[in-house]
């Protein structure tokens, strides 16, 4: 389900199973700044089971009070309920817990079935496990084929009193051939009712409320195809360079770690026709239909690529992308990626969709714009003035909200016609800021509800179609690079890309 009835403030009428959440490298930067704060806020607001235990799993040496310190530290400075609640972290902290063991133990995965055991008992917490893997990509298979070997993974079809989940973190495969591979390892041990593929853009407030957005509202709706919408323009913005995660990045690339998934996402669900109903199938359908329906890259019309060299973001002086730690220093991997998409089915012939992400740009957003096309221009366009198109924005983030740009008359007797923008914003209307993503997922997998999680043939699909331009870049090396200044909107030849077409990128 897309939203869900409230009891009373914070608890929701669904009733959770008691279960233990097992974090497979929570001594990570991402238990740190995400999980931790999910799981507390989770617990504070009332959302997780009343039975429930939460346990590090890790290779470093550490003691569950020394565990819990560090938990407490990073809630502290990451969550976004500041400060933390000292009578309720009082009995929180005792569901913590920690299991130290290398990934590939034998022995460590025959105590943590021990361990788990005896949580069970103490917590009255059934059996029921979900195991979240934030780890690094290669060690997926073999936590999943350890965690079978040991009877910590259940088959579904012969349990009916208890079940076991795997939460798996992106990217899920590097290519076509190796999210293949991937699947094939974990499919001998797992369901796909059981694996649930995290991108967290889709536990974001406003990316689940776009199908609300579209298919409750019949103003929008009706105009939500090729004969009103001239144009989609789709940014995933970022001000920040790579950090330390140099040797991440060098591996991956951006087309991977954004456009893969987040941006794919967005895509589809922006793109898809109404499913016959809010189940989590319904819905993935339908996205698996717009990815099928995108017509193939092909070597003359690949995708731009881009890498920022030195500049200034926000009047400071930045490396450039190759002068980062852990970076090659003639290094080929793209920081900014810039594409035409065009869906072949009957909703939007002809219409482009463009996506632009990337890293060190001006300033943070990530936004869906839906740009309409223009009024004839038989009454006010007469003194040879084009209007501005009408504009839809959905900003996922920051200022998470949805604005339009409409046309009005300027008081006074000139009649000059001036685009106004009516602003609608999360926070100030609500009067609080939205759960983080991680909230809605973890919570969600612990219902048993995947709608919010990708299914493998999304996955497939979207290899599927990136694959080939990977490929194309692996063969031809980029010579330019780089090819932008830290601090700028990207390559010029992404604006060239749309100027081609007569129209421009939006500034956020």
């Known amino acids: 389900m897309i939203e869900l009835p409230l009891e009373e403030e914070g608890r929701s009428t669904r009733n959770l199973d008691p279960c233990i959440l097992v974090i497979f490298g929570a001594t990570g930067d991402l238990t740190g700044r995400k999980l931790a704060p999910a799981i507390y806020n989770l617990g504070k607001d009332g959302m997780l089971p009343s039975n429930f235990a939460c346990v590090g799993f890790a290779r470093r040496p550490k003691t569950h009070e020394a565990f819990r310190e560090e938990m407490k530290q990073d809630i502290n400075e990451f969550s976004r309920t500041k400060p933390i609640d000292e009578p309720f972290w009082k009995n929180f902290e005792s569901q913590l817990f920690y299991h130290q063991s290398e990934f590939d133990s034998d022995e460590g995965y025959e105590r943590l079935r021990e361990f788990l055991d005896q949580l069970d008992s103490r917590h009255a917490t059934r059996g029921n496990r979900i195991y979240y893997l934030s780890v690094q990509p290669k060690f997926f298979p073999i936590i999943i084929e350890k965690l079978s070997k040991h009877g910590l993974i259940y088959n579904p079809k012969e349990e009916t009193n208890r079940w076991s989940r795997v939460i798996i973190e992106k990217p899920f495969g590097h290519d076509s051939a190796s999210a293949a591979e991937l699947q094939q390892n974990i499919a001998k041990h797992l369901a796909e009712s059981q694996i649930y593929r995290i991108d967290h853009y889709l536990g974001k407030e406003t990316v689940q409320n776009i199908l609300v957005f579209r298919f409750a509202n019949s103003i929008f709706e009706s105009l939500w195809n090729y004969k009103h919408v001239d144009q989609v323009q789709i940014t995933v913005a970022e001000d920040i360079g790579i950090g330390t995660r140099g040797h991440f990045f060098e591996e991956e690339g951006l087309l991977r770690d954004v456009v893969q998934n987040h941006m794919m996402q967005l895509l589809t669900l922006v793109a898809m026709e109404p499913p016959v ?232």
């Open 277 to 508: 109903s809010l189940n989590a199938d319904a819905i993935r359908d339908e996205k698996v239909k717009v990815l099928k329906a995108i017509r193939p890259f092909t070597k003359e019309k690949p995708f731009v690529r881009g890498q920022y060299g030195p500049g200034f973001v926000n009047g400071v002086k930045v490396a450039g992308y190759r002068e980062e730690q852990d970076v090659n220093p003639q290094s080929s991997v793209e920081t900014f990626v810039a594409a035409k998409v065009l869906i072949d089915n009957w909703r939007w012939a002809g219409v482009p969709f463009y996506l632009r992400a990337g890293k060190r740009l001006p300033k943070k957003g990530t936004e869906i714009a839906v740009i309409f096309k223009d009024a004839p221009g038989v009454l006010f366009n007469l003194q040879g003035r084009k209007n501005d198109p009408n504009v839809l924005a959905i900003r996922i983030q920051p200022d998470e909200g949805i604005a339009m740009k409409i046309n009005c008359k300027v008081p006074g007797p000139s009649s000059p016609i001036q685009p106004v923008k009516m602003d609608f914003r999360y926070g100030s209307y609500f009067g609080q800021s939205p759960p983080e993503a991680y909230e809605r997922l973890i919570w969600d997998c612990m219902l048993g509800d995947s709608t919010l999680f990708a299914r493998v043939d999304e996955v497939e699909q979207s290899w599927n179609i990136l694959t080939p331009i990977l490929k194309h870049w692996a063969e031809q090396p980029a010579k330019n690079f780089p090819n932008y200044p830290a601090g700028s909107w990207g390559p010029k030849e992404a604006d060239e890309m749309i100027a081609k077409d007569g129209r421009s990128w939006r500034i956020l």
